[in-house]
C-alpha cells in the first residue's frame, strides 16, 4: 500500500497577497516553521491495483462414448471423446460399429467400418485408430485393457467401475463408489457378453476445461498420430527424501531415503501389465518361491486410495528373513489407457514401515 500526504499551509486571512510580497511569505514560512509549526500531515490509504487475475478457463462441454467388452481373460475397450456437436452426429454409426464386432482366432478383434469410416494403425497404448470424417477427427480408439486375474464375475464388476470412473474423470463427473450406482447408465451389449461377464456400451456427457480439449472443432490431427499421454506428471517430494530424479531413461522420478547408514529406493515409471502380475512379480524379488496364495493375501490386504480422482491402491510385502528383513512399498495408480504409474520403493523393512505415511502422501500427490 501506498501513503499519500496532503499537506495544507494555512494562511492569514488579512495578509495580501502578491508577487511582490513573495520573499515575504516564504521567510513567514520559515519562521513559522522554525517555531514549531506543525503542518497538518493527513494521512491515508491508497489501495494498489491488484494485478488482474489469471481468466478462468473456460469450460467446454464434451460427451464421451464407450464400450468395454469382455474376451476369455482379457477385455478390450473402445472410446471417442469430442464437444457434443461432434460426437452426436457420429454416435448410431459408433453403437453399429460396436455391435459388428467379432474376434479373430488369434483373439483380437475385428469390426466392420461404417461407410467412408477409415482405419489407422494403433500406437503404443491402442490396438487400432478409426477416424469417422476426412478431417481426421474425432478419434476412436480400440485398445486391449489388462484385467484382474482370475477374471470373476465380481472382479470384472469392479474392473468395470475402475474403468467407467477414469471415463468420468476426463468429463468432469463425480466419481462413484459402487457399481450399482452406474448400472444405470451402462446399457448391455448381449452379442459380445461373455457370461457371466457383460459387455457394456456408455455415454456420458460433462465438460472439459477450455484450455485442455480432449477434442474439439478447432485443430487438426494428423492420420496415424499415436494418443499421447499426459505430458508430465507432478508430485510433491516428501520430507526428508531426497530427488534424484534425472531426464530420460524408464523412470519418470527417482527419490533416496537415508537412516542410519541404511537406504531405500523410490521410483514412478509408467508401465503396462495387470494387477495379479505385477504383485506376484514384486512379491518374488523378495520372495523368489513366492506361492499363489502369498500373492493373493498381498492383493487382499491393499490399501484403497484416490489418486487424481482415480481409485488406486497400495501394497505391502516383505521377505522372511529376520536378520535382514526386506520390504516392498508398491502402487498401481491407472493413467492412460493401457498403462498404469508404478510407484516402488524397495528397502529395509524398517525404512519402508517408518516411511509409510511419506509414501502415500508422495502417491496422493501425483496429478496430470
Known amino acids: 500500500m501506498g501513503l499519500v500526504a496532503d499537506i495544507r499551509f494555512q494562511r492569514a486571512s488579512y495578509l495580501p497577497v ?5 520573499p515575504f511569505i516564504l521567510l513567514l514560512c520559515a519562521c513559522l516553521m522554525g517555531c514549531g509549526y506543525e503542518p497538518e500531515i493527513r494521512e491515508y490509504t491508497v489501495p494498489r491495483k ?17 464400450a468395454i467388452v469382455p474376451k476369455d481373460q482379457g477385455a478390450w475397450g473402445l472410446k471417442v471423446l469430442g464437444e457434443p456437436a461432434v460426437i452426436k452426429p457420429i454416435e448410431e454409426e459408433f453403437h453399429k460399429l460396436i455391435e ?41 480408439t480400440i485398445s486391449k485393457l489388462s484385467v484382474p486375474d482370475p477374471l470373476t464375475e465380481a472382479a470384472w464388476r469392479d474392473f468395470v467401475l475402475q474403468n467407467v470412473n477414469r471415463w468420468r474423470g476426463q468429463v468432469q463427473l463425480p466419481l462413484q463408489q459402487q457399481f450399482e450406482q452406474i448400472l444405470g447408465a451402462l446399457q448391455p451389449v448381449t452379442a459380445l457378453s461373455q457370461p457371466p461377464l457383460v459387455a457394456y456400451y456408455l455415454a456420458l456427457e460433462g465438460t472439459s476445461p477450455g ?145 509409510r505415511k511419506q509414501f502415500e502422501e508422495l502417491v496422493t500427490s501425483l496429478k496430470w
Do not use: C
Not at 18 to 22: D, G, T
Not at 101 to 108: R, V
Not at 228 to 249: F, H, L
Open 18 to 22: 502578491s508577487l511582490n510580497l513573495k
Open 100 to 140: 459388428t464386432m467379432t474376434f479373430a482366432a488369434d483373439g483380437n478383434p475385428i469390426w466392420k467400418l461404417p461407410g467412408s469410416w477409415r482405419q489407422a494403425p494403433g500406437d503404443n497404448f491402442n490396438f487400432a485408430v478409426i477416424y469417422p470424417t476426412t478431417e481426421n477427427q474425432p478419434r476412436i
Open 211 to 355: 484450455g485442455n480439449r480432449p477434442f474439439s472443432m478447432a485443430g487438426k490431427q494428423k492420420i496415424g498420430e499415436a494418443a499421447s499421454p499426459p505430458a508430465k506428471v507432478n508430485y510433491q517430494v516428501p520430507q526428508g527424501w531426497q530427488d534424484q530424479s534425472q531426464p530420460g531413461g524408464m523412470r519418470m522420478a527417482s527419490f533416496k531415503i537415508e537412516v542410519d547408514g541404511k537406504s531405500a529406493d523410490i521410483s514412478i515409471i509408467a508401465a503396462g501389465g495387470n494387477e495379479p502380475d505385477n504383485i506376484a512379480r514384486w512379491q518374488k524379488q523378495l520372495v523368489p518361491n513366492a506361492e499363489d496364495a502369498r500373492v493373493r493375501s498381498v492383493m487382499d490386504s491393499a490399501q484403497p486410495i484416490t489418486v487424481n480422482e482415480i481409485p488406486s491402491k497400495i501394497y505391502f510385502m516383505t521377505n522372511d528373513s529376520l536378520d535382514a528383513k526386506e520390504a516392498i512399498l508398491g502402487a498401481i495408480v491407472p493413467w492412460h489407457t493401457t498403462n498404469s504409474l508404478f510407484v516402488k520403493l524397495t528397502g529395509p523393512a524398517s525404512i519402508a514401515e517408518a516411511n
Open 50 to 66: 491488484k494485478k488482474a487475475a489469471a481468466s478462468a478457463q473456460t469450460s467446454v462441454a464434451q460427451r464421451l462414448l464407450a
